[in-house]
T-cell receptor
């Protein structure tokens, strides 16, 4: 019954490395999102995509990029990882216009940059 | 810019007592979501509120939405230990294309 799958549960990377976080959904959702979660700050939107090859910046896009080559897959890329990118990363997907049951979240990737 | 504020950020509850979490937001929206998160886990959808005056209940939790006041409440009736978790409200901006979250409320029920 898995609907939104994030490829890694835990990752440890070195400063300066290029990091890929992968997210796959099987619900045929048009919209996909990447959030980061930090204590006391809630979830903050990094990037979202409303269609294949389309992307829009969220509230905190600096230091990140994304790729959506297929409808079901949305990748978050840290071009040169830094310690301040240590965080929990959550992927989500939804139909447009808030249809259906809203947003479905993946299980999260806890990234540590050392 | 849409801002979403939750309060309190931490709530220590006694069993069998009632409590309320408040979620205020700054711009017009009529779609609000409540999520629960257990430690180390992802977000579980609790309620989707889609119109002014919407009220939904599930077990000991009841959520309501007042779009004119830009306020949603999550009411907990007769708290039990199983409700210990972090609860987030989130407001849908631009109709399904951007969800903005509150900071979360950490609930702990004392036995």
């Amino acid at each position: 019954d898995v609907k939104v799958t994030q490829s890694s549960r835990y990752l440890v990377k070195r400063t300066g490395e290029k990091v890929f976080l992968e997210c796959v959904q099987d619900m045929d959702h048009e919209n996909m999102f990447w959030y980061r979660q930090d204590p006391g700050l809630g979830l903050r939107l990094i990037y979202f995509s409303y269609d294949v090859k389309m992307k829009e910046k969220g509230d905190i896009p600096e230091g990140y990029s994304v790729s959506r080559e297929k409808k079901e897959r949305f990748s978050l890329i840290l071009e040169s990882a830094s310690t301040n990118q240590t965080s929990m990363y959550l992927c989500a997907s939804s139909f447009p216009l808030g249809a259906g049951d809203g947003y479905t979240f993946g299980s999260g990737t806890r990234l540590t940059v050392v | 810019e849409l801002k979403v504020e939750q309060n309190p950020l931490f709530l220590s509850m006694q069993e069998e007592k009632n409590y309320t979490i408040y979620c205020n937001y700054s711009t017009t929206s009529d779609r609000l979501y409540w999520y629960r998160q257990d430690p180390g886990k992802s977000l579980e959808s609790l309620f989707v509120l889609l119109s002014n005056g919407a009220v939904k209940q599930e077990g000991r939790l009841m959520a309501s939405l007042d779009t004119k006041a830009r306020l949603s409440t999550l009411h907990i009736t007769a708290a039990v230990h199983d409700l210990s978790a972090t609860y987030f409200c989130a407001v849908d901006m631009e109709y399904g294309n951007k969800l903005v979250f509150g900071a979360g409320t950490i609930l702990r029920v004392k036995s």
